[in-house]
C-alpha cells in the first residue's frame, strides 16, 4: 500500500499541500538559475577569487544588511536566502501537519538523504556521520565517551577551543584525569615543529588527544594527519580528538585525508547550514566503543544514530542542511577556498604594509586560509574591536589570549572589497588619530 509521504512526493508540493488541508509553504525564491549561474566554470579557482562579478552573483543569494560590516562570520555564519526559506518551510509544516505525524514519520527519515549527502562529499560513510547541533556537542560526545580513569593524561595546546578545555577540566574535578596543555608557536610554519611538540609532551600517562584542525583563534592550519599516525605509535595507539570547527567547508580536503578517528564539526560556520547544526564523523569501527552523550539502548550499540538521540527537537535544522550543501557545491570547495584565502590577503597584506599591524597568522597557504588574526601596535585590541562596531557598524572578534592579543578577522564569499576597505580604512584612521577620536 502507498503511504501517505510517497504519495504527497509523487505529486507536486503546491498540489499536495492543497489536498492535504495545508497552505502552500511561502518562499522567497532566488533569482532564476542562480544556483546555475554560481555553478558556472571558470579557467582555475585563482582566476575566480579575483572575479568580483561572479562573487556579486554569490552575494545576492544573502540577506545580509549591509550597513554592517559582518567580519565574524567564523563565529556563526549567516545562512542563504534559499537555506533560511527551506528551514521555514519545513518548521511551517512541523506546526501545520500534527507534530508527531511531521517531525518523527515524515521529516526525521529524510535525515538519511542529508546524512548520505554529508558523507559522500566528504568522502566517508554514512555509517560513520552523525549529524548534531554543533562543534561541542560532536567533540563533548567523543571527550564523554571515552573510557578514561582517575591519574590518566589528556593532552592539548594551550589554544584550543575553550569550551573544549572546560570539557576536560570538568572530568579533571570529578574523575581526576589530568589535563596536560603546550604551547605552540604563533604563527607556526614548521610541521615539523609542531609534531615534535605533540610528541615530546605525550607521557606514558596519555590517554588521549585532543587537536584542532584549524586554531580557532588564529587561523592556524594544524598537521592533523602527521599527529594523528605519530599518536598511534604512543602506548598503544592514542586516539586523537579533532576539533575540525573552522576548517570543513572552509577549504578542500577529505575527511579520509586526515586519518583520524573522531572529527567534530559546526556545519553553521563555513557550510552555511541553518544556526544549530553540525556533523560528528566517527570511524566506523570505533562506533561501539565510544558512549552518547545522551543514553540510548543497547541496540544502537554499534549504530551511528546513537549520537543522535537527544529527544524532540526539530528536523528543519537538519534537513536544511541539504540546501546549504548544494549551495556550497555551485561554488565549489577549491573556488571558495581561493576567494577566502583572497579576501585574507586582500586586507592584511593592505595593513601589513602601515609598519604598525602584527599578523599572528601565517600567510603561507599550507598554514591558513580565510582567518587571520591582526594586532596593531599601540592599540588596544578590545578597545579597537568595540570602536570599530560602536558607530562604525563593523564587526570583528577581539582576541585577548595570555600569549597574545589581536582581532579576528573572518570575511565570507559574499564580503565585498570594498567592505575590507572601508574596514583598513578605520582601522588606519586608528593607528593616526587614537580610539578617542571620531
Known sequence: MATRRAFLGAIS??????????????????PSGLLAEIGAPHTSPDDAARDEDYWALVARAFTVDRSIINLNNGGVSPAPGPVQDAMKRRLDYANSCPPPVALWREQQPQREHVRERLARHWGVDAEEVAITRNSSESLQICQFGHE?????????????????????????????????????????????????????????????????????????????????????????????????????????????????????????????????????????????????????????DDNIRKFE????????????????????????????????????????KRLLETGRARLHTSLRPAFSCGIATVQ???????????????????????????????????????????????FCDRVEWSMKKGLSAH
Open 376 to 422: 596593531v601596535e599601540g592599540v588596544d585590541s578590545a578597545g579597537l574591536c568595540d570602536w570599530l562596531w560602536e558607530g562604525r557598524n563593523i564587526l570583528t572578534t577581539a582576541i585577548t589570549h595570555p600569549e597574545f592579543e589581536g582581532l579576528r578577522i573572518t570575511p565570507s564569499v559574499y564580503t565585498s572589497l570594498e567592505e575590507l576597505d572601508r
Open 13 to 30: 508540493l503546491p498540489t499536495a499541500y492543497c489536498m492535504a488541508g495545508l497552505p502552500p509553504p511561502r518562499r522567497r525564491r532566488a
Open 148 to 300: 578514561l580513569h582517575a591519574g590518566d593524561e589528556v593532552l592539548a595546546t594551550t589554544v584550543d577551543y575553550p569550551r573544549m578545555i572546560t570539557t576536560f577540566r570538568q572530568r579533571e574535578r570529578r574523575e581526576g584525569l589530568v589535563l596536560k596543555q603546550f604551547r605552540l608557536p604563533i604563527p607556526a610554519e614548521d610541521d615539523d615543529e609542531i609534531v615534535r611538540l605533540y610528541e615530546a609532551n605525550i607521557t606514558p600517562s596519555t590517554r588521549l588527544i585532543l587537536m584542532s584542525h584549524i586554531v580557532n583563534i588564529t587561523g592556524q592550519i594544524m598537521p592533523v594527519r602527521r599527529v594523528v599516525e605519530m599518536a598511534r605509535t604512543k602506548n598503544g595507539g592514542i586516539p586523537v580528538i579533532v576539533d575540525g570547527a573552522h576548517a570543513l567547508a572552509h577549504f578542500a580536503f577529505k575527511i579520509p585525508d586526515l586519518g583520524c578517528d573522531y572529527y567534530g564539526v559546526s556545519l553553521h560556520k563555513w557550510l552555511f547550514a541553518p544556526h544549530g547544526t553540525g556533523l560528528l564523523y566517527v570511524r566506523r569501527e570505533k562506533v561501539k566503543g565510544l558512549w552518547a552523550l545522551m543514553a540510548s539502548g543497547p541496540d544502537l
Open 309 to 348: 538521540e537527544i529527544g524532540t527537537h526539530p528536523e528543519a535544522p537538519s534537513l536544511s542542511i541539504a540546501e546549504a550543501l548544494t549551495f556550497h557545491q555551485a561554488i565549489g570547495d577549491a573556488r571558495k577556498e581561493a576567494r577566502l584565502r583572497y579576501l585574507r590577503d586582500y586586507w592584511a
